[in-house]
């Protein structure tokens, strides 16, 4: 039977020695497989101990979770960051401001720091670009706008649909901080941020990181939604405006006290009454 599995008679042995162990953890690795294959293989052990409280309602210790996705060979896919990232140029009319939130992203006053991006998604043989505004605090998507083109509308709308937002009801002295791109420094978007009397804040030349909060929501983003395969514009905006309902309301997060971002922000309204 050896010869034939391709097994040697001392690994079988030690299989032997420990099945009876084995019933009590297959049965837990069967919990963890199903949560684990519904987040496509890129759920790690806290995630995955979150889901199994919330949607079948296991409490597990996060040892367990891990040793038992070592056993079974549950390799986590980790999100690697995209290199290509276009920079575009500014003209001598742009202006850059410093950085005034200083990667001090651990804030516990929602509605006071806010941060921006553009990033691309590329579909069925084109191109679309998701713009996205960030309260750092609560990590709540408090406002976006998804574009075919990197035109000015792109930022100029986001604003708007910022202005709609009922949960904000002033944004008179929040902090809103995005890179040095294109959009960002021209004279029109800096008049309106002005006109709301907020204040803008930049990244530094080449540092990703000092935006590291949209960069997290962006990786999260094009980790879990099927944006690849939309066959039209129409089908991938039903799908962003989907997964950031979702991501708002319903995707829990270790780092906010296993809350949702919406649950966290009155949970931290809550605090400052």
């Not at 929602?110 to 990033?119: A, E, G, H, L, S």
């Not at 605090?137 to 706008?145: C, D, K, P, Q």
């Not at 929040?174 to 978007?189: K, R, V």
């Not at 879990?224 to 066959?231: A, G, L, M, Q, T």
Request: aromatic share 12%.
């Amino acid at each position: 039977m050896c010869e034939i599995a391709h097994v040697s008679r001392s690994g079988y042995y030690k299989w032997l020695k420990t099945i009876d162990k084995r019933p009590r953890d297959y049965q837990d690795y069967l919990l963890i497989k199903e949560i684990f294959d519904k987040g496509k293989s890129k759920y790690g052990w806290r995630t995955i101990q979150m889901r199994l409280k919330s949607d079948k309602g296991v409490t597990m210790n996060h040892k367990k979770i891990a040793r038992i996705k070592n056993k079974y060979n549950l390799i986590t896919k980790i999100r690697r960051r995209n290199p290509y990232k276009e920079i575009m140029k500014k003209t001598r009319e742009h202006r850059t401001f410093g950085n005034i939130l200083n990667r001090n992203f651990k804030q516990n006053n929602p509605r006071k720091v806010f941060c921006t991006d553009i990033t691309y998604l590329p579909f069925n043989g084109s191109m679309a670009y998701l713009l996205a505004v960030k309260d750092i605090a609560s990590r709540e998507i408090i406002a976006w706008n998804l574009s075919r083109h990197l035109q000015m509308d792109i930022v100029f709308d986001a604003i708007r649909n910022m202005e709609d937002n009922k949960e904000v009801p002033s944004f008179r002295n929040i902090l809103i901080h995005s890179d040095q791109g294109f959009h960002y420094t021209s004279p029109g978007y800096v008049s309106k941020i002005k006109e709301l009397d907020m204040t803008q804040s930049m990244s530094r030349k080449g540092n990703c990181i000092d935006n590291a909060p949209m960069e997290s929501f962006f990786g999260h983003f094009k980790d879990e939604v099927d944006y690849k395969n939309c066959k039209t514009f129409e089908e991938l905006r039903r799908l962003t405006k989907e997964y950031i309902s979702y991501y708002n309301n319903k995707r829990r997060q270790w780092d906010l006290k296993k809350m949702t971002p919406v649950e966290y922000r009155n949970h931290l309204l809550s605090l400052s009454c």
